[in-house]
């Protein structure tokens, strides 16, 4: 009786959970669609390709976005709704697990083009607008803020307020408000803002609060950065970064950055844009040639993906036309490419391998090391990456690890120490591939530790 009544309760909720889905993806389609009749310039998967998500949930609205050829960054805390990212990933939708707090989210300045919030909690408007001018510091010049909550829409003394306290926050940070609407068949309201193209606006204020953040304030300065209740300013060569849209998708993947500049040496010591169109045509090459077809993956069971130094984000730009999305990891110790990697219509994440990743274990389907353990063995253990790698891949997930000879041996003996499946090694001058796969192995037996009494 009782193990019929755990079963019914388990159908009961998967039916329950089942219906919650099915009811969220049509308020996403709702809501995607007045989105686009309230500001048809937003043009889904042309001009708009890479959004953030604040506070997803589920990240319903970017897994409904990714058919739509649009990258949603989507994160949320871990909260009274419990593990939200990693349902998210589950669903094989890209997240993280973040809050905005006290430092600076871990993406450059000027990346986003859209930054959504649905009912996302955060007191936008509170301390002198940190958390919004944190969204300023991260969304595009002439980019929109889509927020869809209760202030927009009811009119109960606290949203009132808030709603005035954003009015002005807003106006004071010289956002213009598009479009404030609401949805005929869930009354759910959304107000639309876009962020200025040029500093008119801020040296006409008649106050400058908030101020001009200083001319040393790096906006593309991320890890561990305190926030600030100051904001940039827009770019207005035209040679800087900011100061012109990317192309539109996908014309934007191949597409070499304006401010790319021959005077400007690459990661791999070739002019910027020699080192950027050589690192595609790479990636495209060993893709094509090598993984795809030479290591005996089948790509139909991969959909996360991570690279764990992206650089230019050549791998995962070589990946397009598989129903796959990648994280890009920029080591926080290597030269900042982030900002081409969002420019390409590709997303990613400053980080620290020396950390552990902000996700749950077993998200990832597949992670790729291109030469990161022999970039990494200077600061911290490899032995504790390749720990960290093992907590994030799914049982049965695949490790592609490119670096010198060495050091594919070493972590050859790793992973065979870790019972994972050695698939494929391969080595040519001083230069290996290796290809393991995490095993479904748990121990028969629980070793008991006698430990020495003090």
């Known amino acids: 009786m009782f193990l019929q009544l755990v079963c019914f309760s388990v159908i009961t909720s998967f039916s329950f959970l089942a219906f919650l889905l099915e009811i969220m993806f049509q308020v996403m389609i709702n809501m995607d669609t007045y989105i686009m009749q309230s500001v048809p310039a937003i043009a889904w998967g042309k001009r708009t390709r890479v959004i953030l998500d604040v506070g997803c949930g589920v990240a319903s609205f970017g897994g409904y976005l990714f058919d739509r050829d649009v990258l949603a960054m989507s994160f949320a805390p871990k909260d009274e709704h419990e593990a939200q990212v990693q349902f998210a990933l589950e669903r094989g939708i890209p997240a993280i697990s973040a809050v905005m707090g006290t430092t600076r989210l871990p993406f450059p300045g000027r990346v986003f083009d859209i930054v959504h919030c649905a009912r996302c909690r955060v007191p936008w408007h509170i301390e002198g607008g940190k958390l919004l001018l944190e969204l300023n510091r991260v ?29 002005k926050l807003t106006k004071a940070i010289c956002w213009e408000l598009i479009s404030i609407s609401k949805d005929t068949v869930n009354g759910v309201g959304v107000a639309i803002f876009r962020k200025p193209t040029s500093n008119d606006c801020y040296e006409k204020r008649p106050q400058q609060d908030p101020p001009i953040c200083s001319q040393s304030d790096d906006p593309n300065a991320a890890w561990n950065v305190p926030l600030q209740a100051c904001m940039h300013k827009v770019p207005t060569d035209l040679l800087e970064r900011g100061s012109q849209w990317p192309e539109q998708w996908p014309a934007r993947l191949d597409k070499t950055p304006y401010w790319l500049l021959d005077t400007q040496t690459g990661v791999y010591g070739k002019p910027a844009p020699e080192d950027f169109t ?41 990946l397009k ?31 620290d391998w020396c950390e552990s990743f902000s996700t749950y274990p077993r998200s990832y389907d597949l992670l790729h090391a291109d030469h990161l353990f022999s970039k990494i063995k200077k600061r911290c253990s490899m032995a504790a990456v390749m720990v960290e790698a093992d907590r994030i891949l799914r049982p049965e997930g695949k490790l592609i690890v490119r670096d010198n000879v060495e050091i594919i041996t070493e972590l050859e003996k790793m992973a065979r120490s870790m019972q994972w499946e050695v698939r494929m090694t391969y080595s040519k001058d001083k230069e290996g591939l290796m290809c393991v796969q995490k095993s479904i192995w748990r121990p028969k037996e629980v070793e008991k530790l006698t430990y020495a009494s003090v």
Not at 298 to 307: A, E, G, I, P
Not at 334 to 347: K, M, N, V
Request: proline letters at 4%.
């Open 278 to 318: 050589a690192d595609y045509g790479h990636w495209k090459q060993v893709v094509s040639k090598s993984y795809l077809k030479g290591m005996g993956i089948n790509w139909s069971l991969v959909r996360n993906v991570m690279d764990m130094r992206a650089v230019y984000g050549g791998f995962a730009a070589a």
């Open 139 to 167: 969304l595009r010049p002439g980019g929109f803020f889509v927020w869809s909550a209760t202030p927009v829409y009811q009119k109960l003394t606290e949203d009132v307020e808030i709603w005035k306290a954003m009015s």
């Open 321 to 351: 036309d598989l129903n796959v999305w990648v994280m890009n990891v920029i080591s926080v110790d290597s030269p900042d490419t982030l900002p081409i990697i969002y420019e390409r219509g590709l997303f990613g994440i400053y980080h």
